[in-house]
C-alpha cells in the first residue's frame, strides 16, 4: 500500500505568538540563568565546591552554547565568598642572587613592602654618602691613615738611627731601600770601599747584613699593618653605614613586625649594607656610567636594572592586591603560552650582552589566578609548546616553577635565575570541545586524575510550551542587553521556529545562543533600515534571507549547473536503473542540499556489488559500509534457495570530489533493483535514507538543506505537481522547512513521503507493489520483488550452465591415453 505525502502542516512545526503571553518584549522579564543546562550547572559548582586535589573542571560542548560567560560567570559567584589572596614579592637572595627569594603578604600590604624599600633605597643613595663626607668620619679615618704613617715612619726612623751609629746610611731609592757605609757623613763609594782595609770591610758588612735584616723585618711589617689598617677603615665604615641606616631600618621593621619573613629580609638587608656597602657604592657609580653611556648609544627605552647597587635591595610586586579587596581572583587567560601561563624572567640588553635579576621576574596567569580560579581555552594550551606539560607539572606539584623554553629545549648547562617556587592553590576550568576531553581522557593518562570533572554543555532544549516560554524569555533578555529595538511576539515566534531549524528537530530549540544573538541584531539592523520602532517576523525572516543570500554563491552556481544541464539531473520521465539521491554540503556556517544522479548497472557475475567511488578511492568508510549492509539485504532477500550471480556496479554520476555518509544507501538500493527488475524509476522523486539489511529506511541528516535542494531545482526547471522527495519516517519529526517550500506542498505542487521500508520506497518509485511472498516461499510475478527474484534466476541458470560447459570443456581437452605416473 502506498502511503500518501505528508500533510503540510507536518513539515513545519509553527510556533503561536498568541502562545508566548506578550504583545512585544517590553513586556517579558528577561530570564534570569542558563537555559537548558542544569547538568552542566551542578557540575560546575561541585568542582568549584569541592576542596580535594584534582577536582579540576573541564567544560565542554559545541561552540556558542555560553561555556566560556556561565563558567566564569558562576566561578564568579563562588569566588566571592572565597578568603581574598595573598601578595607574592621576589626579593634577592645575597648569599645565593640566583635564587630569588618569594615572600607571602597579605592583601596590599606587598605594595607597601615596595613603596616602603623604594623610598628607603632613595634615602640610602644620599643618607650613607653624606655620613661618609661628614667631617667626624674624615677625621677618623685620617686618623687612622696618619696612624698608619707614623707607625712606618718611626720603624725606619729607628733603624736609620741604628745604621748612623755604626756609619751606615739607609737609603731610599726607587728599588726600595739599600744600605750604604758612611765616611765623614758621605756615602762611600765602591772604589773607596775597595781601598779600606780588610778588617774595615769585614766590619761594615757585618753591620750591613745585621741591618739589612732588620729592614727585611720592617718591611715584612708592612703588609699586616696595612691589613690593620683597613680593617680599621673597615670597622669606621660599617659603624658610619649602621648609624646612616639604623633608623629607617628601624622603622621598616616596626611597620612590617607582624611578618616575620618581612622583619628578616630587613635584617639580611642591614647587614649585606653594613658588611658590603664599598662594593655597592662602587657598583653604584658603575651603573650610572653605564646608564649614561646606554642612553648616548641606544634609544631612551633602554634600561639597566644593576643589582651591583643599591637596586639589588628593591622589591618585585609579583602579583598585589588592593588592600580592601574581597573574594579570589578569577583569570582568563586568552594566550596560554609558556611564559603568560607559569611566568617568566625578561631579559634586556646592556652594553651588547642580556641581562637579568630578579626584578625582571614577571607573574604568569597561575600567579594571578592564585588563591581562586583559571580559565584556560583547551585547544590554545594544547598547542602552545611546553604550556600543558607545565600546567601538568605545577597541578601535581601544587607549586610554581619558573622556566624559560630555552631552558627545556637547551643539551647543555647555563647559568640562569632561579625564582624560589610558589605554593599552588587553584582551581583550573578548561573549555573546549567534547572530543579534545575524550582524546585526552583516552591518551593522557594524567588527565583523568587532575581533571575528574567535567560539565558538559547541551546543544539543544526540548521543544514544549515551557520550552518556548523560557527561550522566549531568553530572547527578550538578549534584546535588552544588547539595547535592542523590541520585538514583536510574532518575531520572537519566527526566532524560535528558526532555532528549532538550527537544531534540526522541530521538537528541540538549539541552544547554540551565538547565531540566535546574530540573527537578533540583524533583525534590528532591518527593522531600523525600514524605519520601524518594532522589529516584526518580517524583520526577522529579511535577516534570514540575507544571511542566506551572503552564503550561498556555490548553491546558486550548482543550481545554475543543473539548469543548464552541466550537471545532468532529470525532474520529469522515468529511467531503470537511475535515480536522484540527496546529499548535504557544509561550506563555513552555511549547509545546503544538493541532488545527484546516482545509476547501477548489473550483468551476470559471481554475486559482487561494486562501489565505484570506493575502487576509485573517493568513497569514505561509512558510504562503503553502506553499500555493503545493501549487499547484505539483497542476499538476504533473494539467495534464500540460490546463489546471487550478479555483478554490478553503483556510482555518483558526476562527481569529483569525496563521498562520505550512508544516507544514499537505499536510493542506490533502489537502483539496483530497478536495474535487475529492469522496471523505470521515476526521475520527478528524490530520495534519501540510509537502510538495514532487514530493509529498514533509517534517520540521516541535514534532511530539511536535502529537501530545499530538489525543491530549488525542480522549481528552476518548473514545478510539475508530480515531484517530490522520500524521506525517512524518522525525520519526519525534525522537518522545519522554508515558508515556500511548504506553501508548495499546501498548494499540491510538490509532495514529501515518510516511508518506513525499501518496500514503500519503491512502489512510489516504480508503481509496482514490491511484493510479499506466499505460501512457497515466491514473490508474485508481477511484483517487483518477483521481477527481481525471476531476474537473478536467470543468472544464476545462466552462470550454472556456463559452469557445465567448462566442466565438460575441460573433461573433454584431457588426454585419456596419457601414461599414469611411473612410481
Known amino acids: 500500500m502506498r502511503r500518501p505525502p505528508l500533510a503540510p502542516d507536518r513539515l513545519n512545526t509553527r510556533c503561536d505568538p498568541q502562545s508566548l503571553g506578550f504583545a512585544d518584549t517590553r ?47 558562576l566561578l564568579g559567584e563562588r569566588a566571592a565568598g572565597d578568603p581574598p589572596p595573598r601578595d607574592w614579592v621576589y626579593v634577592n637572595d645575597f648569599d645565593q642572587p640566583s635564587r630569588p627569594n618569594a615572600l607571602s603578604l597579605p592583601p596590599g600590604r606587598g605594595h607597601d613592602l615596595r613603596e616602603a624599600m623604594a623610598g628607603l633605597i632613595e ?89 739589612q735584616s732588620e729592614l727585611e723585618a720592617i718591611l715584612k711589617q708592612i703588609p699586616r699593618w696595612d691589613r690593620e689598617r683597613r680593617e680599621a677603615l673597615r670597622k669606621v665604615n660599617e659603624e658610619l653605614t649602621a648609624d646612616a641606616v639604623g633608623v629607617p631600618m628601624e622603622e621598616l621593621r616596626q611597620r612590617f613586625a607582624d611578618l616575620p619573613e618581612v622583619v628578616e629580609h630587613l635584617e639580611a638587608v642591614r647587614r649585606d649594607l653594613v658588611e658590603n656597602f664599598h662594593r655597592i657604592f662602587f657598583a653604584e657609580r658603575a651603573s650610572q656610567q653605564q646608564q649614561g653611556l646606554a642612553e648616548a648609544m641606544a634609544p631612551p627605552a633602554v634600561s639597566s636594572n644593576d643589582v651591583g647597587g643599591f637596586n639589588r635591595y628593591q622589591v618585585n610586586l609579583l602579583v598585589g592586591y588592593p588592600a580592601e579587596v574581597a573574594g579570589a581572583p578569577v583569570v582568563y587567560e586568552d594566550n596560554p603560552t609558556l611564559g603568560n601561563l607559569i611566568g617568566r624572567v625578561e631579559q634586556i640588553a646592556m652594553m651588547g650582552a642580556l641581562v637579568t635579576d630578579f626584578s625582571l621576574i614577571r607573574a604568569g596567569a597561575l600567579h594571578r589566578a592564585n588563591g581562586g580560579y583559571l580559565v584556560l581555552d583547551a585547544e590554545k594550551v594544547l598547542t602552545q609548546p611546553f604550556a600543558w606539560d607545565a600546567l601538568k607539572r605545577a597541578l601535581k606539584a601544587r607549586r610554581i616553577v619558573i622556566e624559560n623554553a630555552w631552558q627545556i629545549m637547551s643539551m647543555t648547562s647555563t647559568v640562569a635565575l632561579e625564582p624560589e617556587p610558589i605554593p599552588l592553590d587553584l582551581k583550573v576550568a578548561l573549555v573546549g570541545d567534547p572530543l579534545i576531553y575524550y582524546l585526552l581522557s583516552a591518551y593522557d593518562r594524567q ?20 520550552g518556548e516560554a523560557r527561550f522566549a524569555r531568553l530572547i527578550a533578555g538578549m534584546i535588552a542587553q544588547e539595547e535592542l529595538r523590541p520585538f514583536t511576539a510574532a518575531a520572537v515566534a519566527r526566532v524560535i521556529e528558526q532555532a528549532a531549524r538550527l537544531a534540526d528537530d522541530a521538537e528541540k530549540l538549539s541552544l547554540r545562543l551565538e547565531p540566535v544573538l546574530d540573527l537578533l541584531r540583524e533583525a534590528d539592523w532591518q527593522a531600523r533600515q525600514a524605519g520601524a ?222 516511508v518506513r521500508s525499501v518496500a514503500e520506497g519503491i512502489a512510489l518509485l516504480t508503481g509496482l507493489e514490491a511484493g510479499e511472498r506466499d505460501a512457497d516461499g515466491r514473490f508474485p510475478p508481477d511484483s517487483l520483488f518477483g521481477k527481481v527474484e525471476a531476474r537473478l534466476r536467470t543468472f544464476a541458470r545462466a552462470r550454472k550452465a556456463f559452469a557445465q560447459e567448462a566442466a565438460e570443456a575441460a573433461e573433454t581437452e584431457r588426454p585419456e591415453d596419457a601414461e599414469a605416473p611411473k612410481p
Open 27 to 73: 513586556a517579558v522579564e528577561g530570564y534570569d540563568g542558563v537555559l537548558g543546562q542544569e547538568r552542566a550547572l551542578e557540575a560546575i559548582r561541585f568542582a568549584a565546591d569541592i576542596a580535594h586535589e584534582g577536582y579540576n573542571l573541564f567544560v565542554m560542548g559545541p561552540p556558542g552554547t555560553g561555556k566560556h560567560s556561565t563558567v566564569e560567570r
Open 123 to 211: 634615602d640610602l643613595r644620599t643618607a650613607i654618602p653624606a655620613a661618609f663626607e661628614s667631617e667626624e668620619s674624615q677625621n677618623r679615618r685620617q686618623a687612622i691613615e696618619q696612624e698608619f704613617r707614623e707607625h712606618q715612619e718611626e720603624a725606619f726612623e729607628r733603624l736609620r738611627r741604628r745604621a748612623e751609629e755604626k756609619h751606615i746610611a739607609l737609603v731610599r731609592t726607587p728599588n726600595g731601600f739599600a744600605l750604604a757605609p758612611l765616611r765623614q757623613g758621605k756615602v762611600v763609594t765602591p772604589d773607596e770601599f775597595k781601598a779600606l782595609d780588610q778588617a774595615e770591610q769585614r766590619r761594615i758588612q757585618a753591620d750591613s747584613e745585621e741591618l
Open 447 to 466: 588527565f583523568p586524575a587532575m581533571f575528574k570533572v567535567a560539565a558538559d554543555f547541551d546543544d539543544r532544549l526540548g521543544r514544549d510550551h515551557d
Open 533 to 754: 520602532e518594532l522589529a516584526d517576523a518580517a524583520h526577522v525572516q529579511a535577516a534570514i534571507d540575507a544571511q542566506i543570500r551572503r552564503a550561498d554563491r556555490i548553491r546558486e552556481r550548482a543550481q545554475e549547473a543543473i539548469a543548464r544541464d552541466i550537471l545532468l539531473i532529470d525532474t520529469q520521465g522515468t529511467a531503470i536503473g537511475q535515480v536522484n539521491g540527496l546529499s548535504v554540503l557544509q561550506l563555513g556556517g552555511f549547509a545546503f542540499g544538493k541532488p545527484s544522479r546516482l545509476t547501477a548497472r548489473v550483468h551476470l557475475g559471481a554475486g559482487r556489488v561494486v562501489d565505484i567511488e570506493r575502487e576509485a578511492k573517493l568513497g569514505g568508510a561509512l558510504h562503503t559500509k553502506g553499500v555493503l549492509i545493501l549487499a547484505g539485504y539483497l542476499a538476504g532477500l533473494f539467495a534464500r534457495d540460490l546463489p546471487l550471480s550478479l555483478h554490478a556496479t553503483l556510482v555518483f554520476e558526476q562527481s569529483y570530489g569525496g563521498v562520505e555518509g550512508d544516507s544514499a544507501a537505499s536510493a542506490e538500493l533502489y537502483a539496483l533493483l530497478s536495474a535487475l527488475a529492469e522496471v523505470p524509476l521515476r526521475q520527478d522523486l528524490a530520495v534519501t535514507g540510509s537502510v538495514n539489511q532487514h530493509g529498514e529506511v533509517q534517520a540521516i541528516g541535514g534532511v530539511n538543506e536535502k529537501i530545499e535542494g530538489f525543491f530549488d531545482v525542480c522549481a528552476t526547471k518548473g514545478l510539475t505537481g508530480t515531484q517530490g522527495v522520500l524521506i525517512p519516517k524518522a525525520n519526519v519529526q525534525h522537518l522545519m522547512l522554508r515558508p515556500e517550500v511548504v506553501e508548495a506542498v499546501a498548494e499540491e505542487r510538490f509532495a514529501i513521503y515518510a
